[in-house]
């Protein structure tokens, strides 16, 4: 008796070995679609958030799984640090990155985005008592502010290029950088307008709030490798259909259900 029958006899009534299936030789079937690997970074609700043993939620997670069913290739998240997504990108260990990416002149040096799929811009969280001060969130630029960023994220380069001599202090996550709002730890937090939004709605009692003005309009897309005319081309088709039949309206709402008013700030 060969080896392999041996071991599914053995196997008997317990869970059958994959390799066991008739004409089966525990091969990957070579007609089967490769998976389109998504890049993110899973601390940014509500874009994107890891939900638990792997899984992935939040408004690139839906557009990634419905990007995959337009092309007809399964999902396959990969999850690493953000301001490590576009070198593995240019290394070609993800095909695309799907993670509330910021479209800016640096990236698209190094990237090709698609169109955008929505208007953001950069937002300030502060603590009630000091809003007065942040009307004018340009304000932030002239006086000697802490300012608390997320680390890779385009609020730490504005921050940077806006205000050379302000004490910019990086966190992990924005979530991070509230908290040490709220410990008096810095003086402001700069991040993206809708994580911060989403930071304010799941804490309405915290002693913060959103300045209603963004400090600098910006739009979000996808990233692929430059020269990847291909898969650019599939995702703005995509992106240009579900503009057209009111799906990526009915998904950016399903998580950020007042997300048109970044375009009125």
């Known amino acids: ?37 998504v890049g993110v970074s899973g601390n940014n609700a509500p874009l994107i958030f890891e939900s638990g043993r792997g899984e992935f939620g939040g408004v690139e997670a839906a557009f990634a799984r419905m990007l995959g069913e337009e092309l007809g290739h399964p999902v396959r998240f990969v999850p690493m640090r953000f301001d490590r997504l576009i ?46 001060l942040f009307q004018d969130p340009q304000l932030l630029f002239i006086s000697p502010f802490r300012i608390g960023v997320k680390q890779g994220a385009v609020g730490q380069a504005v921050a940077l290029r806006l205000h050379p001599g302000a004490t910019v202090v990086p966190f992990a996550t924005p979530e991070r950088a509230a908290r040490a709002l709220l410990a008096e730890r810095v003086d402001v937090v700069l991040h993206d307008a809708p994580v ?21 309009n910006e739009s979000l897309g996808w990233a692929v490798r430059r020269g990847d005319s291909e898969l650019l081309g599939q995702a703005n088709s995509a992106l240009a259909k579900w503009r057209t039949n009111g799906r990526l309206d009915r998904t950016l709402r399903s998580y950020m259900p007042n997300y048109q008013i970044l375009k009125r700030m």
């Open 196 to 216: 911060l939004w989403h930071i304010t709605a799941r804490n309405p009692t915290a002693d913060y709030r959103l300045v209603p003005r963004l400090l600098v």
């Open 1 to 37: 008796m060969k080896t392999r029958d041996f071991l599914c006899l053995l196997a008997g009534t317990a869970l059958p070995l994959p390799s066991c299936a008739p004409g089966s030789s525990g091969a990957r079937d070579p007609n089967a679609p490769s998976p389109l690997r």
């Open 87 to 132: 070198p593995a990108l240019q290394r070609g260990e993800i095909d695309i990155i799907m993670s509330g990416m910021t479209v800016t002149k640096q990236r698209r040096s190094l990237v090709d985005f698609t169109n955008p799929y929505m208007a953001s811009g950069q937002g300030l969280l502060v603590r009630n008592a000091k809003a007065s």
